[in-house]
Every structure is written in C-alpha cells, then in structure tokens.
C-alpha cells in the first residue's frame, strides 16, 4: 500500500501553473487522475462557532484535486 494520499488539492494563483501540474508532478505516474475540473475558489475557514473567514486574503485562487485512480 502506498502513502500517498488518496486526494490531493493544488491551488495555484494562474490556471496554467494548475493545468501543468499533472504533468509536471507525474500524477499519471503516481497513479492519480484530475478530478473534476480547474476552476477559482475563493477559500473561507471555519473554526469552531465563529464566523466563516477569508484564507488568502479572500483572493480567488485555481483549483486542481487529483484523486487515485481505483
């Protein structure tokens, strides 16, 4: 059994530093397939009652999740 992951999200602030990570990070090789698709998100954390709050400075960022392939 490997210990990798089973996902793993990239953020990246430009699509094309996301979009070259599969390759760049040999996912295929590693065994992972792209998720979904790149898309921006902006990012909020919740910690315990409080109020959801802006990670990133609220900034849209690109995100990529690859999963391992079954």
């Known amino acids: 059994m490997s210990n990798e ?5 990239i953020l990246a602030r430009e699509f094309t ?4 990570e599969f390759h ?4 295929a090789e ?3 397939r792209m998720e979904g698709s ?3 998100r902006v990012f909020k954390m919740i ?3 409080d109020a959801p709050k802006d990670l990133f400075e609220g ?3 690109f995100a990529v999740t690859f999963v ?3």
Do not use: H, V, W
């Open 24 to 27: 760049r990070g040999k996912m």
């Open 68 to 70: 391992k392939k079954d």
């Open 47 to 49: 910690e315990g009652m």
């Open 30 to 32: 590693r065994g992972y």
């Open 5 to 9: 992951p089973e996902r793993i999200t």
């Open 59 to 61: 900034d849209s960022l």
């Open 38 to 40: 790149i898309t921006p």
């Open 17 to 20: 530093a996301a979009a070259l």
